[in-house]
């Protein structure tokens, strides 16, 4: 049996449980199941996203996301084994979006054309239905929490060379009912394991990298592709 896994966290490379540092911007810690989020363009802070809101769900797929990478997705912490991607949905990218939404309970959106009120009325009443949440790469109409990243800057440059080591970034949080008021959290986006981790205190130089790659060596596995 596996070390448990909280509700707002993953396991570690070590067997034990990290805690995301999302869950500080997010109402209770957490997305609401059959709700949407944004994550304002920035590609680490929706795979990071992703991976917390996957924890112990059945599965995840990724619909109009061609260059979502797979190294990427899986050092983030998704389980690629559960992942299924559609690059190309086509033009009716809402019939096959309401589709996914009804069988996957996390889906991230890439830019797939205009959501008008029509096409966004139907897929939250298809996330109201299913429970699913729906994780938009750039911004999405009706969504509950809009994230996005304010301000990033890269740890381990030094006099134009170096080794990165992570991106320590001010994450901004803020939409409806519980997330009206906006929530802001530092943390390293992505540490050097490519997870979202905490930042420690305000004298954080840096990531941990002792541990660094032993967990993205454990989670080798194959991915879904689907059309």
Same mark, same amino acid.
């Given at each position: ?20 540092? +999302? ?6 810690? =957490? ?15 929706? /795979?990071? /996203? ?10 995840? $797929?990724? @619909?109009?996301?061609?260059? /979502? ?12 084994? =559960? ?12 019939? @096959? %979006?309401?589709?996914? %939404? ?5 889906? %991230?959106?890439?830019? %797939? ?7 966004? *009325? ?6 109201? !239905? ?5 994780? #938009?790469?750039?911004?999405? =109409?009706? $969504?509950?929490? *809009?994230? !996005? ?15 990165? *080591?992570?991106? *320590?970034?001010? @994450?901004?949080?803020?939409? =409806?009912?519980?997330?009206?008021? #906006? ?5 390293? +986006? ?20 002792? #541990?660094?790659?032993?967990? @993205?060596?454990?989670? !080798? ?7």
């Amino acid at each position: 049996m596996g070390a448990p896994v909280m509700k707002d966290g993953r396991e570690s490379g070590t067997g034990e449980t990290t805690r995301s540092p +999302l869950g500080a911007v997010l109402p209770e810690g =957490r997305l609401r199941a059959g709700t949407a989020a944004s994550a304002g363009g920035d590609m680490p802070l929706l /795979l990071a /996203l992703a991976a917390q809101t996957s924890q112990g769900a059945a599965g995840w $797929a990724a @619909v109009g996301l061609p260059q /979502l990478g797979v190294l990427a997705a899986e050092s983030a912490g998704l389980d690629l084994a =559960r992942g299924m991607r559609i690059d190309e949905p086509g033009q009716r990218w809402g019939q @096959v %979006l309401a589709t996914v %939404l009804e069988a996957v309970p996390v889906v %991230l959106v890439g830019s %797939l054309g205009p959501v008008n009120d029509q096409v966004a *009325r139907r897929l939250a009443a298809v996330m109201r !239905r299913s429970g699913s949440i729906l994780l #938009a790469a750039d911004q999405w =109409r009706g $969504a509950e929490v *809009r994230l !996005r990243v304010t301000s990033a800057s890269w740890d381990g440059v030094g006099q134009g060379h170096g080794l990165l *080591r992570g991106r *320590r970034v001010t @994450v901004a949080a803020a939409g =409806r009912g519980a997330a009206t008021a #906006a929530r802001y959290a530092e943390m390293w +986006l992505p540490g050097p394991e490519g997870l979202a981790t905490p930042v420690h205190g305000q004298h954080d130089h840096g990531p941990d990298t002792d #541990a660094a790659g032993t967990a @993205v060596a454990q989670r !080798r596995t194959a991915m879904h592709l689907v059309g």
